[in-house]
């Protein structure tokens, strides 16, 4: 059995995705708030008023090797808030499967949003994001947009690898306290 044979994507709770990050440090601050919708992106603003969100778990076998989250931000874009694939497994293109398979199970139709760290830049536009220009970047991030009609491209390319996304964790996020 191949690798990527064994991989499989399960929605998880807030909860085990927040104890990801805090072992894995994703964060770099242990002491950070971690809360489950950020309303605002330096100039960006979260203009749903209940957004639905969806947290997504990379597993092989029954390590989790991977975490994102996605939810939606307007009506046109979904979010997607971290893309973390533990060390060992990086270098694989993990992480863009892991993006792109919970993207299409769950939320086509919409353009990716991302509000990146400046060092994943260059990852970003080599994958086909677009840097949005118009507002610079704050805190060393920056933010970026991977447009439907790309994505769609992608995920019927026939070498695109479907990975199976199981499970039925769906947030709420709209009686969450906002991050303003």
């Known amino acids: 059995m191949s690798e990527s044979e064994n991989l499989n994507i399960t929605r998880i709770s807030f909860e085990t995705i927040k104890r990801y990050w805090v072992e894995n440090k994703h964060f770099n601050d242990p002491k950070k708030n971690i809360i489950k919708n950020v309303r605002y992106l330096g100039p960006y603003v979260n203009t749903e ?11 092989t076998g029954p390590e989790l090797i991977g975490v994102t989250m996605l939810y939606t931000w ?18 694989r293109d993990l992480g863009w ?30 994958k086909g994001f677009e840097i949005l220009k118009s507002e610079g970047e704050v805190n060393s991030h920056h933010a970026m947009l991977l447009k439907f009609s790309k994505i769609d491209s992608i995920l019927n390319h026939p070498n695109f690898l479907k990975i199976p996304v199981r499970g039925k964790v769906i947030l709420n996020l709209g009686d969450i306290q906002w991050n303003a």
Do not use: A, M
Not at 53 to 58: A, D, Q, S, T, V
């Open 49 to 59: 008023e209940n957004p639905r969100g969806i947290c997504y778990g990379l597993y």
């Open 74 to 91: 307007n009506k046109n874009w979904v979010r997607y808030r971290t893309l973390n694939i533990l060390p060992r497994w990086r270098g």
């Open 97 to 126: 499967l892991l993006l792109l398979n919970s993207y299409s199970e769950d939320w086509h139709g919409r353009d990716i949003f991302g509000w990146t760290r400046n060092s994943h830049r260059q990852w970003s536009e080599k």
